[in-house]
């Protein structure tokens, strides 16, 4: 069974911008793994930001977007605000099966 | 706007089962779609249990398949999750969700204890 990895933690300053990625032991990440971007704030169950690779939910922030990028998912976030800190988790599909990184801890600092 | 409750035992005793069932209430369980259980626990992260169609067609994950089941009851707009054989590391908060469109809707997490 492939491993899904991901940056444990990352820091991004206030406005900036920080990509996460997500990065198979499988190989490459496509589009046929149907990358999803998932973010949780403590006590809370998770949000669901982009499916299928770059698509958006309605409460999804003009600020996330999704990518593939050097064989990875990738979640940017252009013009990081404070609320932005959570944890994101990825996830991906191998012939129905559904695999979760291991999630990467935002600070905005 | 569909909403999603989880319900169950706070505490298992090893090796009983998990029983596990999701209220489904803003929306039809036999709609066009899948229904999810995922855990999460601070050890292994989030973790996709498996999915259910209102037909009854099921994918589970491969490490828990041996000892899950998955069940819809549509009379009551539910779907519900059984875990076998339990142990500590089975301890973990359990989420159900609705996977179309894009895992939109998900249940607040129960915590579930697998302890004797």
């Known amino acids: 069974q492939a491993v899904v990895t991901q940056e444990p933690s990352l820091t991004v300053s206030p406005g900036g911008t920080v990509t996460l990625t997500c990065g198979s032991s499988?190989?490459?990440?496509?589009?046929?793994?149907?990358p999803y971007w998932f973010q949780q704030k403590p006590g809370q169950a998770p949000r669901t930001l982009i499916y299928d690779t770059s698509t958006k939910h309605s409460w999804t922030p003009v600020r996330f977007s999704g990518s593939l990028l050097g064989g990875k998912a990738a979640l940017t976030i252009s013009g990081a605000q404070p609320e932005d800190e959570a944890d994101y988790y990825c996830?991906?599909?191998?012939?129905?099966?559904?695999?979760f990184g291991g999630g990467t801890k935002l600070t905005v600092l | 706007q569909v909403q999603l409750q989880e319900s169950g035992p706070g505490l298992v005793k090893p090796p009983g089962t998990l029983s596990l069932t999701c209220a489904v209430s803003?929306?039809?369980?036999?709609?066009?779609?899948?229904w999810s259980w995922v855990r999460q626990s601070p050890e292994k992260g989030l973790e996709w249990i498996g999915e259910?169609?209102?037909?009854?067609?099921?994918n589970y994950s491969p490490s828990l398949k041996s000892r899950v089941t998955m069940s819809v009851d549509k009379s009551k707009n539910e779907f519900s999750l059984d875990l076998s054989s339990v142990t500590a590391a089975d301890t973990a908060i359990y989420y159900c969700?609705?996977?179309?469109?894009?895992?939109?809707?998900w249940g607040q997490g129960t915590l579930v204890t697998v302890s004797s």
């Open positions: 259910i169609y209102h037909s009854g067609s099921t």
């Open positions: 803003g929306g039809s369980i036999s709609s066009n779609n899948w």
């Open positions: 969700a609705r996977i179309k469109p894009g895992f939109d809707a």
């Open positions: 499988a190989g490459v990440v496509t589009s046929g793994h149907y």
């Open positions: 996830m991906v599909s191998y012939s129905g099966v559904r695999l």
